[in-house]
């Protein structure tokens, strides 16, 4: 049990133990190195990357194991438009294809444009980045690093750090703001990857 050993570990002590773990998969450490150079407001990393490279970590395992994309938010309500995210998609995508990472890049500011078409649910405009991570499917995934000045970084954990360092997948809130589908998908290829996790069913 000794990948738990940060459950119910002090704030700081899994904030220090997140950053290591997050930093030690060497693609979060470029990608984050290189946001600052990107036209990217708020630019930061988000939720599967992260988490995933902590599990592996923990684990013993490749940090990057399992990790199918590397999501990148970012916020700019100046232009809504798709036309106006698809050229920082395209801009991102030349500044990173020397990786070997399937990298998302998303502005949160429009995402209330699209979501429902594509889960079904309402979703409110956002106002700013970081905001977006109280809507995820689960506290686990409500992560996000974020660069700041002189090569420090923030940590965004709307719901904390105890879920991911317990190794548990629950649904957020009552649950029936997430799709059932999503989250029936999502926790069974954790499962498989992660069979240390604890699954908390949806409803």
């Known amino acids: 049990m000794d990948h738990l050993r940060f459950a119910n570990a002090p704030r700081a002590e899994q904030e220090a133990m997140f950053k290591q773990l997050v930093l030690s998969n060497p693609l979060n450490a470029e990608i984050l190195r ?8 708020q630019g930061m990393l988000v939720s599967g990357c992260l988490y995933q490279s ?6 013993g395992h490749d940090p990057a194991r399992g990790i199918l994309d590397y999501d990148l938010a970012y916020y700019d309500d100046s232009d809504l438009s798709y036309e106006a995210e698809d050229v920082i998609i395209k801009a991102c995508a030349k500044a990173f294809a020397d990786l070997d990472a399937d990298i ?3 502005n949160q500011a429009r995402v ?6 594509h889960f079904g649910l309402d979703y409110a405009p956002l106002p700013n980045a970081a905001e977006a991570l109280s809507r995820y499917m689960s506290p686990c995934n409500a992560v ?7 090569g420090e970084f923030a940590l965004h954990a709307p719901f904390g750090f105890d879920d991911v360092f317990a190794f548990v997948v629950r649904p957020r809130g009552d649950g029936t703001q997430i799709s059932v589908a999503s989250y029936a998908k999502k926790t069974k290829r954790m499962k498989a990857l992660w069979p240390e996790l604890t699954i908390v069913p949806l409803g």
Do not use: M, S
Not at 144 to 150: F, L, Q, S, W
């Open 34 to 41: 290189r946001i600052p150079e990107l036209p990217l407001p």
């Open 54 to 59: 902590i599990w592996n970590g923990l684990l």
């Open 104 to 106: 998302e890049v998303r």
């Open 112 to 117: 209330h444009l699209w979501f429902k078409d």
């Open 144 to 150: 996000a690093i974020e660069p700041v000045a002189n």
